[in-house]
T-cell receptor, first 120, second 117 residues
Framework: GAGVSQSPRYKVAKRGQDVALRCDPISGHVSLFWYQQALGQGPEFLTYFQNEAQLDKSGLPSDRFFAERPEGSVSTLKIQRTQQEDSAVYLC??????????????????FGDGTRLSIL | AQTVTQSQPEMSVQEAETVTLSCTYDTSENNYYLFWYKQPPSRQMILVIRQEAYKQQNATENRFSVNFQKAAKSFSLKISDSQLGDTAMYFCASAEWTAGTASKLTFGTGTRLQVTL
């Protein structure tokens, strides 16, 4: 498709279960981001991939959160032993990379519709 | 680290009127971008307008324009001729430019805009 696709759109899980959220970026976009958006808040950065390499995972809140992008396209965000505070919308975004020598060409991020995760 | 502050949790404007949403930010970088995103109930973040920090000219996009005050670290969004479809959450965001990589966005807490008849 033309845009970023995320699935499932809604996910309900019991506390302690593991969940996996999928992101299919725009074709040709080598950069992929995951953000977490709590209710009534702005999105917060979780992790960033350039192709298959995870270049920044500083935003992952705990070692229960794990993300992968093995072939440099589709990405999966996995949350193990879910807790109620994990309830949020998880947004995926993709973009091109900035050119090496000039800041003149910005590369905006294109977002998916998100997955709303509810932990009971 | 960058921070973005939106001090207006909610705003209301009548259809066809003009409204301004406020945003301040803090960064130690020289090369950065500023953005306004719109998030309707469908949840998808839609880019409204963007500004390169090194450009002095304020960005405009149809009915949307910004007032970028670099020294004051202020980046407000003006919506002219407001339409019912403009009703949404609006997020101000910043991103540092780094050669060869994409940059993570730092978002504010958002302003809920309601356009009324």
């Amino acid at each position: 498709g033309a845009g970023v696709s995320q699935s499932p759109r809604y996910k309900v899980a019991k506390r302690g279960q593991d969940v996996a959220l999928r992101c299919d970026p725009i074709s040709g976009h080598v950069s992929l981001f995951w953000y977490q958006q709590a209710l009534g808040q702005g999105p917060e950065f979780l992790t960033y991939f350039q192709n298959e390499a995870q270049l920044d995972k500083s935003g992952l809140p705990s070692d229960r959160f794990f993300a992968e992008r093995p072939e440099g396209s589709v990405s999966t965000l996995k949350i193990q032993r879910t807790q109620q505070e994990d309830s949020a919308v998880y947004l995926c975004a993709s973009s091109l990379v900035a050119p090496r020598y000039t800041p003149s060409a910005d590369q905006p991020q294109h977002f998916g519709d998100g997955t709303r995760l509810s932990i009971l | 680290a960058q921070t973005v502050t939106q001090s207006q949790p909610e705003m209301s404007v009548q259809e066809a009127e003009t409204v301004t949403l406020s945003c301040t930010y803090d960064t130690s970088e020289n090369n950065y971008y500023l953005f306004w995103y719109k998030q309707p109930p469908s949840r998808q973040m839609i880019l409204v307008i963007r500004q390169e920090a090194y450009k002095q000219q304020n960005a405009t996009e149809n009915r949307f324009s910004v007032n970028f005050q670099k020294a004051a670290k202020s980046f407000s969004l003006k919506i002219s001729d407001s339409q019912l479809g403009d009703t949404a959450m609006y997020f101000c965001a910043s991103a540092e430019w780094t050669a060869g990589t994409a940059s993570k966005l730092t978002f504010g807490t958002g302003t809920r805009l309601q356009v009324t008849l």
